[in-house]
């Protein structure tokens, strides 16, 4: 059946633009090729009115029933929407994450709030800093719900979790600092043992809709030791977003060798993505440590990967 569809896709993947277009509605719901996931139909009027891919992320699978409850799911990579009884829920998957251990730090009539801080009735907990700053610029309780933890340091990190979502605090971010969602979404499914068939990506029944965004070229080479005068083969394979092979790709290879570089472009990636080239040289040097920078480019997209060989006696 891969092999069927193949050509088509590769056919289609010569003739999209690389990235930047909206994710386009089918009638069964809309297609994202981020993650090769359509979003539920019934999904999408909340998911839109709820920040959309900014706050709960892309989808990372298909809708699904739950057997023994009868519930519509489905996961994304922030957060979790059900349909039970006709109504669209998000799933409070900060509170089933964070233990919750009931009120710890009740805030009494008249009490000052501790600076920089304040709290959000009913809940007893605290929003301090720049997670309060986060929380009331992107829509509080309506968005997040309400905190059901004080801020507190899990790993290396200080987080804080709510209802729905849990804020990561990254110091080493830019401008001294950025505030991120966690992958609740994706951390939850792992940890309630679903199928991991349910992660794996889709191409659409339209072809039209998919398109690449991400290029993921991997590199090995023939031999890892060779002579000082040798040729040795490096084979590039270029996979998009979704693990599918990306055609028509152009790579180039830069070779560090001890007497100056060599700048080498390959063929064109073929329909399995794959493409190589001989790399001969001469009297290298004994013990050198030959490495390799390559570059995948189609359209606007552009990434890289390195591999490496050594010269040996």
């Not at 409850?69 to 990579?77: A, C, D, H, W």
């Not at 830019?174 to 940890?191: K, N, Q, T, V, Y």
């Not at 040798?230 to 977003?241: C, E, K």
């Amino acid at each position: 059946m891969r092999r069927r569809w193949l050509p088509l896709l590769v056919l289609v993947l010569l003739l999209l633009p690389a990235a930047g277009a909206a994710a386009q509605e089918q009638d069964d719901g809309r297609y994202y090729p981020e993650t090769g996931h359509t979003l539920e139909a019934r999904f999408i009027t909340y998911f839109d009115a709820h920040g959309g891919v900014a706050m709960l992320g892309y989808p990372i699978t298909e809708s699904f029933t739950l057997p023994a409850s009868g519930k519509l799911l489905q996961y994304f990579e922030n957060g979790r929407l059900e349909l039970a009884s006709g109504d669209v829920v998000q799933t409070r998957l900060g509170a089933l994450l964070a233990g919750e251990q009931g009120p710890t730090a009740t805030v009494e009539p008249g009490e000052a709030e501790p600076p920089g801080c304040k709290s959000v009735a009913p809940s007893p907990y605290h929003v301090c800093h720049a997670f309060l700053d986060f929380y009331e610029s992107h829509g509080g309780a309506a968005m997040l719900g309400l905190p059901v933890s004080e801020f507190r340091i899990e790993g290396e990190r200080i987080v804080q979790y709510f209802e729905y979502v849990r804020l990561d605090w990254y110091p080493e971010g830019e401008s001294g600092g950025e505030m991120r969602l966690a992958p609740l979404g994706r951390i939850h499914f792992d940890s309630v043992g679903y199928d991991p068939e349910l992660l794996r990506p889709n191409l659409p029944e339209d072809m039209s809709l998919y398109r690449v965004v991400e290029l993921h070229p991997q590199a090995s080479v023939s031999a890892s030791f060779t002579r000082p005068t040798d040729t040795v083969r490096v084979f590039v394979v270029v996979r998009d977003q979704n693990g599918n092979p990306v055609a028509g790709g152009s790579v180039s290879l830069t070779a560090h060798f001890p007497a100056g570089d060599r700048v080498l472009i390959l063929p064109v990636t073929n329909a399995q993505g794959v493409t190589s080239l001989d790399l001969s040289f001469e009297d290298q040097p004994p013990g050198s440590n030959i490495a390799l920078e390559i570059w995948a480019v189609q359209g606007a997209l552009r990434a890289s990967t390195r591999d490496s060989f050594r010269i040996w006696w």
